[in-house]
């Protein structure tokens, strides 16, 4: 049976989350630009304040969490070349076929609808911001699989706000009318999980 | 442009969803007892009102209740041999190497990460409760695409409940402890959307 | 039990599809033109010839045929006036957040893998040639399903041809040393699929 | 710039997915089992060799060699104790919420279609054969990945002789007509690649 007591512990994960992005250079700022230039020219009033808190909004899902968590070991074990052959060369090189950083990044993706998922791959190609610095190709470290987790949380925090943005019109409002710290009403509660 | 005075608003495409789904014979309580049966073993504590719930919260989705509307307007369009050929063959069959039932379907399955997936797997093989009478080789009217879309609303609920389950056991507590209308506590505020 | 005498046979859906899609007024001539664009900065001696043949491959796949039948149908009903409300005025509208568009014709991009998924990302965001010219929000009819199944069949098309170009890289080759005809030299021989 | 000189070779991808295989102790017969229980009840003069060679033909793609690599690398890793923590824990405990183990496998099975993403939700619940003797939960080693990796397999491989079967009906022939080594004709001529 399955050993309760093992169950790390949800506020764990997302601790460790955090201090893995940012043990890769990766901060919640970063991200949220990349969401701010995605969804300014849909969304008047809209603030870089409203953008860095769909990112903490999204990065409080557990799958999110998770892949995050596998992707960077991953990198990181590849950069210590410490992977076996052939996984190491073929993580090391990036190489466009591996495709197994694509799927994992998708995971998460896929849970904010299929918005998100065009917004990933428009991210995936297009590399704006921190996911081009990341580009393993350029040889400062091996990010194979961060540059698309970055990707993947910054489409996943745009499609929110386009959600959102949806609910505010119907109720006649903007961005403009939303303090920032209240984009994401439903994370303030106990007991919530989204 | 994109004209926003035609856009249809959450609360009509949300009753046209209920609506739908009632004309077609299949009732939320239906989709809740296949919730139950997924996890009352894992579950302590777990009531119908509580599967209720979580059905309710899951068909609050926009892309879950663009998903149902198109469905069973193809059954619908079947039924009245009012598609084209070969598609009203192919629909009026309900072959299995179709596919495009399982896909609209797995589209908001996905949102609810890869468990519902698996879930959602399960139930279209093994086919519980109201998903089995829908089976449209029984010849009682075209449900090629709604036994899907239940599977999909059952496997996301049952999703939901198992990631509550989790959030509940590390702070002590049991399904036991939860009303039945504080399953979702997040739904319940305004400006929330999940 | 099912009933196999029912079953459409793969020719008739195959030449349906075909005829679909020259009623909306795209040729496989549009698509491998997008094709060609996404894929000649990385394949050296790469012809509008291989992008064509590989088109016509990713034709051949049952989920994609189904895929362009549903997708048609409903611009064309939408077109017609059939559908009913509110997913009439939804698919006449286009709107952003719908969803099912892009789930559909996802289905049919997965089975390229997670290079073909980024790359539909790509096109739906950025919308070349013919893709820009069947936009609805245009006024040119509705063509809210078709342009994402343009995109899926242009992205499904691209991502087999890096398949096959790495394939000719092994073994010292590039497209300049593959006539058009042999590009997918699987699909010439009795009781191949693929 | 990417380095051409940096890829690993096709062949050395697909010789040490084998190899990870076998060294975890899954054949490919006992995959092919799986297989052959799934498809039987619908392919009158299925064999088993019918089975293994479509298991052959699934392992061949490029993204599931891959998986298999990755899942495999991060089994291994856990079993020695050298993933960092919390990852190492969760790994190592199987735990129902982790879902990057579904994500990676769901990955392949995805190129195979819609009805080899429902079998893949079966296997993984109903977990049949050698599925079940690798569940982590066991004690005997970690299979966290594993396990939903060779569902993958069986899934896509399944799936395969579907898409086959209805082929070969509408060729007026069963499997009975088919020699083993025909079953995927178009993996046995150069330059094919599936």
Not at 62 to 71: D, F, M, S, T
Not at 77 to 102: M, R, T
Not at 169 to 186: A, H, K, N, Q, R
């Amino acid at each position: 049976m399955f050993d309760k007591s093992k169950i790390v512990h949800s506020n764990v994960v997302a601790e460790a989350t955090k201090q893995a992005l940012i043990r890769r250079g990766v901060t919640l700022e970063d991200i949220a630009e990349i969401v701010y230039e995605l969804q300014i020219p849909y969304n008047e009033g809209l603030e870089m304040s409203h953008c860095l808190e769909s990112v903490k909004g999204v990065l409080r899902k557990r799958e999110l969490q998770h892949a995050i968590l596998v992707g960077i070991e991953l990198d990181e074990l590849a950069e210590q070349g410490k992977l076996s052959q052939p996984l190491q060369q073929i993580v090391e090189s990036d190489e466009g076929l591996f495709g197994v950083d694509e799927t994992i990044a998708l995971g998460s993706v896929f849970t904010y609808g299929s918005i998100a998922v065009t917004t990933f791959g428009h991210l995936d190609k297009n590399k704006t911001g921190i996911i081009n610095e990341l580009d393993t190709k350029k040889g400062r470290g091996v990010h194979t699989f961060l540059d698309d987790l970055v990707a993947s949380v910054a489409a996943s925090a745009a499609a929110r706000i386009a959600h959102r943005s949806r609910d505010l019109e119907e109720s006649g409002e903007t961005f403009e009318d939303v303090l920032p710290g209240d984009t994401m009403p439903e994370t303030k509660i106990k007991g919530a999980k989204i």
